[in-house]
């Protein structure tokens, strides 16, 4: 067992106590792919993926454990910090990235440090790749195009 696999654990537990199969699956599917994401884009950024990969499994988890996504940010970064501290095995450095990166994922507007982006971007990339067809939000438009161009192949 990891550290990384320890937080999957802990938020498995969480999704499982859903009463709404469909949102339980949004969420599985949603935390691990954001999660998943990010790992990916902070190898292209030479940023620390187990940090980056924590950061996606938390980001949202309030929303979904709630059904309420008001200030989802804020409330999962409280939420992330409670849960990082009872593993033990973050320091408070890495618990303050994490937590900042969480706080912020919804500000798709303005620019942040490395993890805040990474998360942003990986946010909206998940989305992204998990159906192309569906458009994006409209604050998040720029980002995702600024994204899809990254991942272009070479002409
Ligand atoms: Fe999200």
Not at 55 to 64: N, Q
Not at 79 to 92: E, G, V, Y
Request: proline share 3%.
């Amino acid at each position: 067992m990891n550290r990384l696999e320890d937080v999957r654990n802990i938020v498995d537990k969480l999704l499982d106590r859903m009463m709404d199969r469909v949102e339980m699956r949004c969420g599985f599917v949603h935390l691990y792919g954001v999660s998943a994401t990010a790992v990916l884009i902070a190898r292209t950024r030479g940023l620390d993926e187990e940090i980056a990969a924590v950061a996606g499994m938390l980001h949202d988890l309030v929303s979904y454990e709630t059904g309420d996504p008001t200030h989802h940010g804020l409330r999962s970064a409280a939420r992330a910090r409670h849960i990082l501290r009872s593993t033990k095995s973050f320091s408070d450095e890495e618990i303050d990235t994490i937590c900042s990166a969480i706080t912020h994922h919804s500000e798709k507007d303005v620019v942040h440090g490395p993890f805040e982006e990474l998360l942003k971007d990986a946010d909206v990339l998940q989305h992204d790749i998990y159906n192309p067809a569906i458009d994006a939000h409209p604050r998040h438009r720029e980002r995702r195009e600024r994204l899809r161009r990254s991942l272009q192949a070479p002409s």
